[in-house]
T-cell receptor, first 117, second 112 residues
């Protein structure tokens, strides 16, 4: 497919469990972003990758959250010891991010709806 | 702290009406303002605005930015039921890698 894809589309887990959420960006997009959207709110930034490296992880709420992008394409968001407050839609976006000074649109995936019971 | 505020939070109109959605922002170093439409889950891109006073238009949707007063509006004319969605406004600060700061969104419901 041509767009950003995310799996699973829905995930139900129990408090204390570990979850992994996957994002496949648009082919060739070097920048990848994770956002979290709680009910009735706009998306909140979590972390940004440029290539394989996390260029900005200032939005991660605590050390239970971690993300990787080992080959500069697919990314996995990992949440340890899940809490009920982690329940939200986790959105991934990618952009081309060309040379400095260009402004590239972020294209979003359909998200993963995480429910922690 | 960088912030984006949208109003109204929700709006109910009838088909054929014209609506105006508002977005005000505070950001230390502004680069661009974006509008997205969110139906179900994935936000879809509508407009990117970088310069004041230049209207962007796509069909029945249009948007304009005022960098002096720090706001943007999104207009939808001759609304249709398919316009029902959450409309998100986001600001991209400069030199922060492209991360977006979103408002709460405006939930628009268009009744037949």
């Amino acid at each position: 497919g041509a767009g950003v894809s995310q799996t699973p589309s829905n995930k139900v887990t129990e408090k204390g469990k570990y979850v992994e959420l996957r994002c496949d960006p648009i082919s060739g997009h070097t920048a990848l972003y994770w956002y979290r959207q709680s009910l009735g709110q706009g998306p909140e930034f979590l972390i940004y990758f440029q290539g394989t490296g996390a260029a900005d992880d200032s939005g991660l709420p605590n050390d239970r959250f971690f993300a990787v992008r080992p080959e500069g394409s697919v990314s996995t968001l990992k949440i340890q010891r899940t809490e009920r407050g982690d329940s939200a839609v986790y959105l991934c976006a990618s952009s081309l991010n060309g040379p400095a000074g260009t402004q590239e649109t972020q294209y979003f995936g359909p998200g993963t709806r995480l429910l922690v019971l | 702290e960088d912030k984006v505020v949208q109003s109204p939070l929700s709006l109910v109109v009838h088909e054929g009406d014209t609506v105006t959605l508002n977005c005000s922002y505070e950001v230390t170093n502004f680069r661009s303002l974006l509008w997205y439409k969110q139906e179900k889950k994935a936000p879809t891109f509508l407009f990117m605005l970088t310069s004041s006073g230049i209207e962007k238009k796509s069909g029945r949707l249009s948007s304009i930015l005022d960098k002096k007063e720090l706001f943007s509006i999104l207009n939808i004319t001759a609304t249709q039921t398919g316009d029902s969605a959450i409309y998100l406004c986001a600001v991209e600060p400069r030199n922060q890698g492209g991360k977006l700061i979103f408002g709460q969104g405006t939930e628009l419901s268009v009744k037949p």
